[in-house]
């Protein structure tokens, strides 16, 4: 059977064999807990013996053990009796109810408080001695006060174990929070530190190219500038955001948000930096007078109008560049219409990686708002590569 053939748990086998030790230790000395059997001498070893193998499988097998011992125990009441076979069996109880199946674990102290009322009832009506009673007493004492006791530990251990596993999963689920947030955050700096820089960035690529591929005093020198103010912002604009994310002391000050009131001098740095490219650049705020923007929704619109006029500047055929902003109902409706095909323009261009598209479709989601962007025709016959990001607004924010 597969019950023999898993090894028994070290303690099981320390209670075996001092359980058989201590009842031939007994048998020896002439201890017994009755006389007068029809089986003496040495019978009472037979169910000792048993009861002691059993102790090997009170793990393993608690079911299989439990109905043997309770033979084993039957049985030792037709000999003279042993002291020990009654505790070990008590200890069968308790294990059957501890390590046995939840079912067994819920029946056994029920059964064996019925068996205990059952024998009470059965011995009075017998003897018609209130000494009867005694023996449903010693009844649950072995049978019943066991399975009681082996069912609070075992409601006791599956309380701690179900705590444990509760502990478990909450430190897991902090984890996972941890982890979002972490990756949430990394996103956002990376969307910040790319809308911020790549601007001035770019204007630097394509005006450096301009002043090594030029052989034009006039036209160097003026690239010259071009990238001596893009630098110092773009230094000013890293320095701002290094320190966003160092620990903020008590004495400083965090550095404001950019909001939608920076748009014309945003537009007019586009307009210098793309005069060498053939681009123009006209900003039409058509926003009604006295309007007030939540922080979030300034800020996102700001950075997608930042974005669209970097694309521009690298990507953009010769022409107009056009930034658009509506106010109507609970939305902000921001569009950058630029001139696209593949024609050349006098200028050079910068390679783009597309995290910017990828940055402002972002900003426009974590606000719930729309993005779209993508070739067009326009009214002239001419394609224009168009962004279009709708933000909503919440009631009640729209007015100053």
């Not at 009170?58 to 299989?64: C, D, E, I, S, Y």
């Not at 990376?190 to 204007?203: G, I, Q, T, Y």
């Amino acid at each position: 059977m597969n019950l023999f053939r898993r090894r028994p748990h070290r303690h099981d086998v320390i209670i075996a064999v001092v359980g058989l030790l201590t009842g031939l230790a007994g048998w020896a000395l002439g201890l017994h807990t009755q006389g007068g059997r029809p089986f003496g001498g040495a019978w009472v070893l037979l169910p000792l013996a048993v009861t002691a193998a059993l102790e090997l499988v009170r793990r393993t097998a608690p079911r299989f053990a439990l109905v043997t011992g309770t033979f084993a125990i039957i049985a030792d009441q037709f000999t003279l009796g042993s002291v020990v076979t009654v505790l070990m069996f008590t200890d069968l109880v308790y294990a059957a109810v501890l390590y046995g199946t939840p079912a067994a674990a819920r029946r056994i102290p029920v059964t064996t408080g019925l068996l205990s009322v059952a024998v009470a009832i059965g011995f009075l009506a017998w003897l018609h001695k209130p000494e009867a009673l005694l023996i449903g007493l010693l009844t649950g004492i072995v049978s019943f006060a066991p399975a009681t006791t082996g069912a609070l530990v075992r409601n006791h251990r599956d309380a701690a174990e179900a705590a444990t596993l509760r502990a478990e999963q909450t430190a897991l689920l902090a984890e996972i929070d941890r982890t979002q947030a972490v990756v949430a955050e990394r996103a956002r700096m990376a969307r910040e530190m790319h809308d911020m820089v790549a601007n001035h960035l770019s204007a630097i690529a394509i005006h450096s190219t301009a002043a090594l591929s030029l052989d034009d005093p006039a036209t160097t020198r003026r690239a010259l500038t071009v990238i001596r103010t893009n630098s110092v912002d773009g230094l000013a604009e890293m320095r701002r955001l290094i320190g966003l994310l160092r620990d903020s002391g008590a004495a400083t000050e965090p550095a404001a948000a950019p909001t939608l009131a920076g748009l014309d001098a945003l537009v007019a740095q586009a307009r210098t930096n793309g005069a060498s490219s053939g681009l123009g650049f006209t900003l039409k705020d058509e926003r009604p007078a006295g309007a007030a923007l939540p922080a979030p929704v300034e800020l996102a619109a700001y950075r997608i109008v930042q974005e669209s006029l970097t694309n521009a500047l690298k990507h953009a055929s010769p022409g107009a560049v056009t930034v658009h902003l509506a106010h109507t109902g609970r939305a902000l409706t921001v569009e950058v219409a630029s001139p696209y095909g593949d024609g050349e323009r006098p200028g050079p261009r910068a390679p783009g990686s597309g995290a910017g598209l990828v940055g402002m479709r972002e900003r426009a989601a974590l606000l719930g708002g729309t993005f779209e962007s993508g070739p067009e025709p326009s009214a002239d016959g001419r394609k224009i590569w168009r962004v279009r990001a709708e933000l909503p607004v919440g009631e009640g924010e729209s007015q100053g």
